[in-house]
């Protein structure tokens, strides 16, 4: 995706032409490689991915051979199971604003097939010549229009998904407004429209609220606080006693601070406590409040609800708009 360089040879021409075509589509079927790579200090991956989202434009800070690229426009599809995600995305990354520029889609299959058959190879045919096609079509278009009816609706709909809170869960949702923008722009363009239609946003409003619903799943346990977020992960495993959650922080949370941290965690009723007989003294046990498992079971129970959620988009619009 580079840009031509700017050492010239005798002639005046660029040492490296570059390369004309900026567009770059990237799938990691295992997405823990590159966000721990982007854990290592000095590690620019988040930044430049960051940078690729907001214009395109991107210029590494390197000492020598520098290269850049401006309007690229790269589109990644990555694949990570949800424990593991939770164990590799950084805390940092979460508020930093690099966790609002994905759109987090939870997806399981919907059946077991021991023996899947494979696409009929007319179907593929018949996919790739639409999506040619398209293609084809939106080549040329180099603006793109809101209707009359569509930016009344968007206009009404804006401040419904407009977010501006403190918790992770909002922190990750907080680019709503440019997420549905985007989405409306490709279905105008998938329908060879030059004009963001209401139904365009109709759509774009339904995939952000499966995103939405996906994200509230992924990050709704997640607090401002680094401490209170690996307690709660911690407790998620089960009951743990306070010797063992004093070895999980490694002792770096000495007795007076981990019992505040306790005592702040239990007063927000997100995990509760019980004096429990042993063979010697007794115990105390802390585990996760019986609410939380069923702000869970909520949780999962939207993520499921396609149709719930498709005319919750459109009725917020109607909503709104009324």
């Not at 490709?186 to 939405?212: C, G, M, N």
């Amino acid at each position: 995706m580079r840009d031509p360089s700017d050492d010239k040879e005798d002639d005046g021409s660029p040492v490296d032409p570059g390369v004309s075509d900026k567009r770059l589509l990237v799938i990691k079927s295992e997405l823990g490689a590159p966000l721990r790579a982007a854990q290592r200090d000095g590690n620019t991956l988040s930044a430049i991915l960051r940078m690729a989202w907001d214009s395109g434009d991107i210029a590494p800070l390197t000492k020598s051979n520098r290269i850049k690229t401006s309007g690229a426009h790269i589109s990644i599809i990555g694949h990570i199971t949800r424990e593991e995600l939770t164990q590799v995305l950084r805390f940092s990354e979460v508020w930093n604003g690099f966790a609002n520029r994905v759109l987090w889609f939870c997806v399981r299959r919907d059946k077991r097939v021991p023996f899947p058959e494979p696409m009929p190879p007319e179907t593929i045919e018949t996919l790739a010549r639409s999506v040619r096609a398209i293609l084809d079509k939106s080549a040329g278009v180099d603006h793109i229009e809101w209707s009359p009816e569509a930016k009344a609706k968007w206009e009404a709909l804006y401040e419904e998904i407009s977010v501006d809170k403190a918790g992770a869960f909002d922190a990750v949702t907080q680019r709503a407004e440019a997420q549905v923008w985007r989405l409306a722009m490709i279905y105008a363009l998938i329908d060879s429209s030059r004009t963001i239609q209401p139904e365009h946003l109709f759509s774009a409003v339904a995939v952000w609220e499966h995103a939405k619903a996906s994200a509230k799943l992924i990050f709704g346990g997640v607090s401002e606080s680094p401490h209170k977020t690996k307690l709660l992960e911690f407790l998620r495993g089960g009951p743990r006693t306070q010797t063992e959650i004093n070895g999980m922080f490694g002792g770096h949370l000495k007795g007076p601070k981990l019992a505040a941290l306790l005592k702040d965690v239990q007063s927000s009723g997100e995990i509760e406590s019980e004096r429990r007989m042993t063979e010697g003294r007794p115990t105390t046990v802390w585990f996760i409040k019986s609410r939380g498992a069923e702000d869970a079971e909520k949780a999962e129970e939207d993520l499921n609800g396609q149709a719930y959620l498709a005319s919750s988009a459109l009725s917020a619009i109607s909503e709104a708009a009324s």
